[in-house]
């Protein structure tokens, strides 16, 4: 069913990453660049993006405005983020038209122009995104939920801090630059219709020879975990629970994997059926897998009424910690169905494979066919699974919740 | 470069609209039922929303529970919506799963069971869904703009209100679904890997004897339009400003489309760059085309901080006024550019596809094929969206606004 995949490893470290698809007529590109805001320094959280929101006002020949300009003009549809471990930008067009949006790609990554006539511009978008947040309290509760469950600085959110962002000048933002856009820990992923020995030759021209420089270790502070609220006047509470789990490149991942699709994937699942269909707690309901190369997290969220937020908490909490006791049969078999159709759907979109394999390679140090996951999938047993949950039971749950008042905390929870 | 389309109707009304694309694996349907909001009675409002989400909850031979587990069990990804004209249901699978799928869905839209048992679940979840945009001001902003700028009832909002829910009875929703769903006005779009006349006569099976009923005709009272503010504790401010366009079916409507691109398609399109690049005033800015059959309109939105929502709203204004003022040649070539690659990743997904064609036909009694809306594109030229904006200039703004002050309103934009 599915393409195969190309690689190369380029003398400088970069990799290339790529799954030709004749059948499409569009090509999508995903580059992931290892300035996560991991690497900001303490006192300038937020830097890496202030640095990614700068790459895009100006590099090699062309101004901010150009820039834009000539990316419209070639129909790139873009898109950029900065996640803890990289600064990543994607785009997808037509297959004819993938060369020039590299070239143009190969020049942020490269010689950005970092331009100080724009830094005040930069810097009011990126205050704006952080304080968005504040009015957006399901994302504002799942942040604090992911900075507070994960070891520092790995739960740091990308969007920093406003003092931070106020105090960021464009030394430190060069210096940001500098220091973490390069090629070694750099990865591009494509996919559609590109002819491989083409592809690897454009991107040799364009980026084999960018210099290589250190790269840097992480230095990790324990976990915060335990149960926080956040007063939030509202007649709504978000809620939101995590506990650890074992990383993507675990050998034992996809069993991981199945255990929060019985959880929360499709409307069958547990989370679905007993939190929002049986007792129409709430709106809105799920738990998904995240994870970092060397730890993984399990992330729920549930939006509810003030006066339901209790009970929610307790149902979902219960859901939770009964997972432990094991799944059935015929709940893996529903999931294996849903996610064999969504493999098929996810290999039609150039877009969402050019981020997979490049997500394989940085976690995996190879990426996966379509068809090794579907098999992967398919292996995966209900005593498989369970034996898994034996070893791995949901507990030590981090607990973040914000809305008028504080919950109570059942027992042995955290 | 795009599949022909077949369409069928059926004697007792129902349209069937299909583009088969043999290079897929799934297929796609969008099943549009005519039970918009806009026939919720006057002190019903949201009972549309309601019968949607009771008639998931079984159908036919099948109980709630079942009716999600055969629908997981055949890996479909679906979703409900109920807009002012349609309760749409929208599902994608694996091709070979499609005509299962099609068989549960004719029960839900022909024999669903409206169970008195799951009536106040399925009441908490449409309350909680109301409740929960209470907490998120930019969705609420926009839903008051089209409530105000929309004559009654084409603006109103599809999750209803707080009292009309709590009051609505099983009795309300049966003769909600006896009256609103039947084949009449019913439309169902296929896209994938179909062939059409074994679909047709599937469908035929399935609904060619579903007896049909009367058409309701609508009352239309005056919009309300004008300035209104809503006070809510933030540091931010939402902007809605809304104004009056042709509706799709007009022989005008790509020249209005061309004029909305060149002010909001894009990176490089007018809003984003004057408001948001070179200013830094917000967050999020941007401007749709909206229609219902016989109006259209444009929606736009702009996130900002409090203390730069009275600049941000005047720019903003002033780019919409602008706009009468002509868009020049470049501006389109770049839209031509973005628009064409898009087709191309729409021609792509089966769902897309799928939702499109019976979009088309509910407003022109017809579904393009993407060639000929790539066709209708590459004719435009600035000349002739000038000539249609010289007749139809943005005036006669609808505004509202979320957050803590109100704004003052530049002379003569109301």
New interface residues.
Partial sequence: ?TAPIHSHIFPNGLVLVAEPRP????AAFTFLAPAGCVHDPADRSGLSGFTCEMTLRGAGSRD??QF??D????????SESVSYAHTSYSG???AE?LPAALLIYADVLRNAHLPEDQL??????M???L??V?????QKVMLELRRRHYPMPWGRPAQGEEKALQDANLGDIREYYRRHFQPKGSILGVSGRVDWESLKDLVGRLLGDWTPGATESIEEQPAVGNYKHFPY????TQIGIAYSSIPYRHPDYFQAWGAVGVLSG???ARLF?EV?????????VFAMYHTLRHIGGIFCYA???ADRAQETLNVTLGELVRLAEGVEDHEL???K??????L??Q?????ARSSSVAFDWYHLGRSRTLDEVEQLIDALSARGINAYLKEHPPQDFTVVTLGPHQLEMPDGVL
């Fill in positions: 069913m059948s499409l007529k569009s901010s405005r834009i300009l990316l419209d003009n070639l129909g790139v549809e873009r997808a067009t037509l038209n005040e511009a930069g810097r009011l978008g205050l704006q995104e304080h968005a504040e009015d957006e309290p399901a006047e509202s007649n709504q499709g409307m069958s059926t929002r269909e049986r007792r129409g707690l709430c709106y809105s939006g509810t009424s078999d529903r999931l169905a849903r996610i064999k159709s969504s098929v759907m290999q039609e979109s150039s877009s």
